[in-house]
């Protein structure tokens, strides 16, 4: 059982920048890819990127290329998503996400999710 562990939300003006923090639990790092989603209520949740644990690419959502960075840091077990130049449409409940094996933008495809971190972007 692969656990996540989101942290770092809150309340951030336009412009702004805030960075999530997930947890992975030692068995998933290394064969898996994580990836951060977000969800608007009345809305599918939508990937926002990716990151192999092995070191692969990084994947982005064109909505978000530019101003958010997926890293991890494999000495902690940790996967960040730094974001920069929030806009108002960034507010969201951002998920982690795990899948074993290859990149996907599809939620379905995701067998281990966090609880979630309220982002809300304000003017």
């Known amino acids: 059982q692969v656990q996540l562990v989101e942290s770092g939300g809150g309340s951030v003006q336009t412009g702004g920048s805030l960075r999530l923090s997930c947890a992975v639990s030692?068995?998933?790092?290394?064969?898996?890819?994580i990836a951060w989603f977000r969800q608007t209520p009345g809305k599918e949740r939508e990937f926002v990127a990716g990151i192999t644990l092995t070191g692969g690419p990084t994947d982005y959502a064109d909505s978000v290329k530019g101003r958010f960075t997926i890293s991890k840091d494999n000495a902690d077990n940790m996967v960040y998503l730094q974001m920069n130049s929030l806009k108002s449409e960034d507010t969201a409940v951002y998920y982690c996400?795990?899948?074993?094996?290859?990149?996907?933008?599809?939620?379905?495809?995701?067998?281990?999710w966090g609880q979630g971190t309220q982002v809300t972007v304000s003017s």
């Open positions: 030692e068995r998933a790092f290394g064969d898996y890819f």
């Open positions: 996400a795990a899948r074993f094996g290859g990149s996907s933008r599809y939620d379905s495809r995701y067998d281990y």
